[in-house]
């Protein structure tokens, strides 16, 4: 008779939750100031350093916007025309993200290497 022990983990449960968690901490990186919870948890994991990276220049563009708006208002149709795209690019950084993907954002993923991490 073989008996199992039903109160030992299931194969794989401690790889998973640590999966779910860096796939929230990628999503968060997309999430304006949010990034900040991402670098100061999962910095450490290649995955999530990518993602970082990517909701970085996506960050600082926004930023750059608001400056910008600030300081010359008459550019507020271009502007947030800049501001709908980065909404757009945040979205899909997190359905990349989400499936587990690593994959440039069109236009502005390649500026991410400049930001080392």
């Known amino acids: 008779m073989d008996v199992q022990n039903t109160?030992?983990?299931?194969?794989?449960?401690?790889?998973?939750?640590?999966?779910?968690k860096n796939v929230l901490m990628a999503v968060l990186a997309y999430i304006?100031?949010?990034?900040?919870?991402?670098?100061v948890t999962a910095k450490d994991d290649a995955f999530v350093k990518f993602h970082i990276k990517q909701g970085l220049v996506l960050f600082v563009i926004e930023?750059?916007?608001?400056?910008?708006?600030m300081m010359l208002w008459q550019l507020w149709p271009?502007?947030?025309i800049v501001n709908l795209a980065t909404i757009v690019?945040?979205?899909?950084g997190i359905i990349n993200a989400?499936?587990?993907?690593?994959?440039?954002l069109p236009l502005v993923g390649k500026f991410s290497q400049y930001f080392p991490l």
């Open 7 to 20: 109160n030992a983990p299931a194969e794989g449960s401690a790889p998973q939750k640590t999966a779910e």
């Open 32 to 39: 304006g100031p949010l990034i900040i919870v991402s670098y």
């Open 63 to 69: 930023l750059g916007v608001w400056v910008l708006g």
């Open 78 to 80: 271009l502007l947030s």
């Open 89 to 92: 690019l945040s979205i899909i």
């Open 98 to 104: 989400v499936k587990g993907k690593e994959e440039q």
